[in-house]
C-alpha cells in the first residue's frame, strides 16, 4: 500500500483551524483568498510578505507531521508495524526567496534547497 500526501505544496490549502494565528492575520493583511497561490512576481511581496509565505509554508510542514504521526501510529496500533517497510521520501524541495527572489520549486534551477529532500526508510 502506498500513501501519499500533498503538503507541503501549493496551493497552500490547510483547513483554515490548522494555520497558525499569524498565518490567518496574513490572510486579512494581504487580502488574499484561502487556499493561496504564491506567486513570486506578487504585487504584495515585501519582506513581511516572504515572512508570512514562510510561516504559511511552515504550517504545511507542521500538518504534514502531524498526519505521518498519525499513520504511524495507526501501524502500531494495529500491529503491523514490525512487518512493514515505512519510506518517507518527497519529489522535490522547495526555494523560500533565496534565490533571485523566487518561491518555487521548478524550473531550471538546482539550488540544494530543491535537491536535498529528506529519504527515511525503516525496514521490516
Known sequence: ???????????FDLPIAELSNESVQGLDR????WP?????DSELRDVEFETWTRRVYDDEVHHLDRQL??????????????GTIIAVVSDHGQTLWEHYGYFEHGGV???????HVPL???PQ
Open 1 to 11: 500500500m502506498a500513501v501519499q500526501f500533498n503538503q507541503p505544496h501549493q496551493p
Open 30 to 33: 494581504y487580502q488574499t483568498g
Open 36 to 40: 493561496v497561490w504564491i506567486r513570486p
Open 69 to 82: 504521526g498519525r499513520l504511524l501510529t495507526s501501524l502500531v496500533e494495529a500491529g503491523l508495524d514490525d
Open 109 to 115: 534551477s538546482h539550488h540544494d534547497e530543491l535537491l
Open 120 to 122: 527515511i526508510i525503516k
